[in-house]
């Protein structure tokens, strides 16, 4: 079975990053309004999402679901508690996405700034409490080193 492809040639994002919320409706809402991704699908009943994909515009994504009842005892939030989780998004349009975060209410916990390796960085707090970094650092190619 051949790997998929994004147009630049890179293979399609294989690494999803994964959260618990403790509304996980209203979180995936925020992220949609505030950030600008996108709701590719929600499974659930009610209040509860046993299993959602955010995708974001620019590639990859997010995967997320209501904290869950543990029949073991356990706090049922998974490896992740909700508030605990952070990434790095990508994105060409650094201010773009601050302005779009800023006029949906979002919490933004470090301003806009110019790195010292060449990025345009800023970032923000979900009402989860998670913190999203966005950015226009791409990483470095592979076979480097």
Avoid: C
Avoid at 78 to 96: H, K, N, Q, W
Avoid at 111 to 118: M, N, Q, V
């Amino acid at each position: 079975m051949g790997t998929a492809e994004v147009p630049d040639g890179a293979p399609a994002p294989q690494v999803w990053p994964t959260l618990r919320a403790y509304d996980a409706r209203k979180l995936i809402a925020f992220l949609v309004e505030a950030f600008g991704f996108e709701e590719t699908v929600v499974y659930g009943e009610g209040d509860a999402v046993h299993h959602a994909q955010l995708s974001w515009p620019e590639g990859g994504g997010v995967m997320l679901g209501s904290v869950r009842e543990d029949p073991d005892g356990a706090d049922g939030t998974g490896p992740t508690p909700p508030g605990s989780f952070g990434a790095y998004v990508v994105t060409a349009d650094p201010d773009g996405v601050h302005d779009r975060a800023v006029a949906a209410g979002a919490e933004i916990v470090d301003a806009l700034h110019e790195t010292d390796y060449g990025s345009r960085d800023f970032a923000a707090r979900d009402p989860e409490g998670n913190r999203w970094y966005f950015g226009t650092y791409r990483g470095e190619p592979r076979g480097r080193g």
